[in-house]
């Protein structure tokens, strides 16, 4: 079964506007961590933001925010005021905590920002 | 911040040769460091987990003979690609959690690997 379920192969998003990229995890450990990492063309992993399973609070960092949503075992990544730059390729990632420590990638979705 | 430094960015080979590609954790020590293997327009897939001073954990379906994996030293870790064949080429990319529970994982650049 499928880890980390990214359901959107592709995503357009017209500058200045947000973003919503969806993301799903399967565990049944306890204690797990939540990325989202940016990659572009470059080809390097680029950290955007964390979400602990023990984090009340959505995380944010600057323009991203996480809404997670632990029930549904959700943790969507939104971007905000989108800009050219943002145009990569997102993964979702998880570390199971209690078990393997491995960071475990989602399939991506590829994000366009249009002008 | 933490960094982690990997070699070649690029390397062309022929058909039957080795590649040695080095992840280092430049400014702490990485007890654990992870390999990961990336086709293009794919996600990035776990091959195996490298451990100081132990044998590295390998996924299923990862040829351990094929992907030497050493990691002599809390700051390198090194994956040889024996006898590479075209079907090998591909983005390896490796990665260093700081510490156990550390939330982020720093990422090398990468290394494109083309068999010719």
């Known amino acids: 079964a499928q880890k980390i379920t990214q359901t959107q192969p592709g995503m357009f998003v017209q500058e200045k506007e947000a973003v919503t990229l969806d993301c799903t995890y399967d565990t049944s450990d306890q204690s797990y961590g939540l990325f989202w990492y940016k990659q572009p063309s470059s080809g390097e992993m680029i950290f955007l933001i964390y979400?602990?399973?023990?984090?009340?609070q959505n995380a944010t960092e600057g323009r991203y925010s996480l809404n997670f949503q632990k029930a549904r075992k959700s943790t969507n990544l939104v971007i905000s005021a989108s800009q050219l730059g943002d145009s990569a390729m997102y993964f979702c990632a998880m570390r199971e905590m209690d078990s393997s420590y491995k960071l475990i990638f989602g399939s991506g979705t590829r994000l366009l920002v249009r002008p | 911040g933490a960094v982690v430094s990997q070699h070649p960015s690029r390397v062309i080979c022929k058909s039957g040769t080795s590649v040695k590609i080095e992840c280092r954790s430049l400014?702490?020590?990485?007890?654990?460091m992870f390999w990961y293997r990336q086709f293009p327009k794919q996600s990035l897939m776990l091959m195996a987990t490298s451990n100081e001073g132990s044998k590295a954990t390998y996924e299923q379906g990862v040829e351990k003979d094929k992907f030497l994996i050493n990691h002599a030293s809390l700051t390198l870790s090194t994956l040889t690609v024996t006898s590479a064949h075209p079907e090998d080429s591909s983005f390896y990319i490796c990665?260093?959690?700081?510490?156990?529970?550390?939330?982020?994982?720093?990422f090398g650049s990468g290394t494109q690997l083309s068999v010719l």
């Open positions: 990665s260093a959690p700081p510490g156990p529970t550390n939330e982020k994982l720093f």
């Open positions: 979400q602990g399973s023990y984090d009340e």
């Open positions: 400014d702490f020590q990485a007890t654990t």
